[in-house]
């Protein structure tokens, strides 16, 4: 992890949502933020579930989608710099 990473994970109590995409862009805080409320991933247009099989799993489409468990993503992540409301979610 780069040191200035680091230092804004000290010191921001979001930082223990752990998203990836945020750990690399940085926490979305743009116009579609809502005031006094954590902008979840599970709102966004990038975030999407597949079922291959008998199980669903989340993925988020910039971070990749692959078989692995490597690229699960969680609905309850905080969002990250690349967040797209999904059409519904635009007020
Ligand atoms: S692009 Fe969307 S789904 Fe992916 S991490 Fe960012 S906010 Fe979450």
Redesign the pocket.
């Known amino acids: 992890m780069f040191p200035e990473i680091e230092a804004l994970a000290k010191n921001n109590p979001r930082w223990s949502n752990k998203?990836p995409?945020?750990q690399k862009?940085g926490f979305?805080d743009g116009p579609n933020a809502v005031e006094g409320k954590v902008?979840k991933?599970g709102t966004?247009?990038?975030?999407i579930s597949i079922r291959p099989g008998a199980n669903k799993y989340f993925k988020?489409?910039?971070?990749g989608v692959t078989h692995g468990t490597g690229t699960d993503?969680r609905v309850s992540?905080d969002?990250?710099?690349?967040?797209?409301p999904k059409p519904e979610e635009v007020k």
């Not at 969002?79 to 797209?84: D, L, P, S, V």
Request: aromatic share 18%; charged share 15%; hydrophobic share 30%.
């Open positions: 998203n995409m945020v862009y979305h902008t991933c966004c247009e990038l975030f988020c489409r910039l971070r993503h992540y969002a990250c710099a690349h967040y797209k």
